[in-house]
Every structure is written in structure tokens, then in C-alpha cells.
């Protein structure tokens, strides 16, 4: 079992556009160049947020992604989701209507106990991931990243994107 | 994200095992057709859930499969892990330790707090897989197979394995 990339690539973006002001966009790009990963790649990851309405395009010379919600409105399955889409991971082919011992079809009306019991455990896997919101991710960045890590992004940012992108999390916030 | 048919298959084949006298061993053809999956794929399944040590391989005439312990003592955890092997389903290659905002190697004490956020969700998901064993899912044949397909799969097997292969797993189990 493997998540790609893309997932950790979506949470690290989302989670940026969550600490700048709410309506400062930034391109794909520039995203991508931030974080050191194949612009083509992440282009792909951000139009999946898009399309899933966790992220809104703003055209125009100024254009780029923002936040299309607030960041507490935004969950990581939210984004886990929206970048390996909705299946399972366990796909039940129906085994048990193969070989010798198939009956029926009409007659497989319980779920399969083996299927039954791979989907409970995702289940309790996406509660978890739900239970934490991007505005969470924002408000750990605080305490979990190096203030000289935060002050090079902050101004390598202001750089790029223009002044207006103090990140909105403060010390209160985590 | 996406777990391989092989777990499926290998669940089901445990499942089958469990529900056998601990002793009667299946050859992986035999299990390849009775589940009706591809001989030569399942074989490399099997040979993974015995080097796990919960399956163990009998040689001979009468030789096969047979798990290597009690079915109460082995979890689906252990029969997923065997197949798909040990690593989590979400990998950090430390993204934060790319682009123009990387700091020194030395100065990334903390995990990544989008790391921690995946990995707790893993945790839970394989607590809950860890929380079911075969004996379990043997005891939910009972109540769950619809019972001409458990007759059709006693004498089919019966015919294949000899006349010892009555399932062990009772109504009072369930």
C-alpha cells in the first residue's frame, strides 16, 4: 500500500496557502519551486484541488491558487482525497463468487467478513484524517519548524509574491 | 492509495486454512483454483505469508499450506504486512528540507508535522486490522456464507483433499 507523492506535495501546499493572508494567491510555479519539486507534477496535484473545491484559481498577472475555505474548514482527507481519489484502498473483487464454491449471485447479500473488516479499518483511517484540519497544520508550523526555516520562507516569499505574505499564524494561534 | 489483490487472495486462502483441521495441508494450485485467481501469482502470496511465518509449507504427496499457528493468533495485520510489506503507506521525503527556505540537515529535529498527522492515521488503521484475527473471520463463515456455498466447498475440497476437511469452525463459534 502507497500513497504517491502527490499527497505529501498537496498537504505541504495547502498548508502554505493557509498561512498567508486568505487572499494572496500564488502560482503553481512558484509553489513548486518553494518546496523543490517538478512544477509539471504539482501543476497536476493543484488542479486536483481545484477541482475537488479545496483550492480556487485566480487568473490574471497576479493569478495563482488560494485557499478556496478557510483552513479549519479544510480537512487532510479533504486533500487526500481529492489527490488519489475517493476508493478504497482494499477493492473487494468478489472472490467468493469464484471457483467451485460460487453460488448464486442473489445469494451474496451480506457484505464479504474479509471486505467488511478491511473497509471498517479505512474507516477509522479517514476519521483520523479528518480530525485534523489544515488551519491545525498551520498552527504547528509555530512549534514544529525552525524559525530560521520560517524567516528564509517569508522573505524568499514577500520576494516572489509581494509584501502582503506575513504568514497569518502567530504564536497565539498553535 | 491501493492494496494489491494479493491481499485479498492471501485473506481469503488464510481464511480457508483456518477453517480446516490444523493439520490438513492445501497445495497453493489447489487454493489458486478453489478461489479461482491466477496459480502462479497466488504462489508468490503464499510464499510471502510463509516467510512471514503464518503459513507453513508441508513437502511431499500430501504436502501443501497450513498456517503456521492458531487462527486466533494471527491478525489480519500480520497477513496484510506479509504481503505488502512493512512500510508505511504514506513516505516524507522531507520536503521541508527542500527549496530556497531549507535550513542545516541538523536543525530538523521535530517530524514534519504533516508527517505525524499521516502516520497517526496509520496507526489507527493497523490497530484496527490487528484487532481482528483469522479465527474471527472463520467464525463469521458460519453466519455469513450463505450455506450451500459451504456445502459446495466442503465437497469439493473433500474431493480434492480426501475425506479429513471438514470445516472445524461450529455454529457455536459465531
Redesign the interface.
Known amino acids: ?3 504517491g ?1 502527490g ?3 498537496a ?2 501546499c495547502c ?1 502554505v496557502l493557509g498561512a498567508l493572508p486568505p487572499e494572496q494567491t500564488i502560482p503553481s510555479s512558484v509553489l513548486a ?5 517538478p512544477s509539471a507534477y504539482l501543476a497536476k496535484q493543484m488542479q486536483a484541488l481545484s477541482r475537488a473545491g479545496i483550492v480556487q484559481s485566480v487568473p490574471g498577472r497576479n493569478g495563482g491558487y488560494k485557499l478556496a475555505r478557510a483552513a479549519d474548514d479544510i480537512s ?1 482527507l479533504d486533500v ?1 482525497l481529492a489527490v ?1 481519489g475517493p ?1 478504497p ?5 468478489e ?2 463468487q ?6 448464486a449471485p442473489a ?2 447479500v ?1 457484505p ?4 467488511a ?2 473497509w ?3 474507516e ?6 479528518d480530525a ?1 484540519t489544515l488551519g ?2 498551520v498552527s ?2 509555530d512549534t ?3 524559525p ?3 524567516e ?2 517569508i522573505i ?1 516569499l514577500s520576494q516572489r509574491l509581494g509584501p502582503a505574505t506575513t504568514p497569518v499564524n502567530t504564536p497565539e494561534k498553535s
Not at 477509522?124 to 484524517?129: C, D, H, I, M, S
Open positions: 500500500m502507497r500513497l507523492d499527497v505529501e506535495w498537504l505541504h498548508t519551486e518553494f518546496h523543490g519539486v487532510i487526500v488519489e476508493e484502498a482494499f477493492r473487494c473483487t472472490v467468493r469464484q471457483g467451485p464454491s460460487a453460488v445469494r451474496y451480506k464479504c467478513g474479509i471486505a473488516a478491511m471498517r479499518a479505512e477509522v483511517f479517514r476519521q483520523e484524517l485534523t491545525d497544520l504547528e508550523l514544529g519548524v525552525d530560521e526555516q520560517t528564509k520562507a524568499w
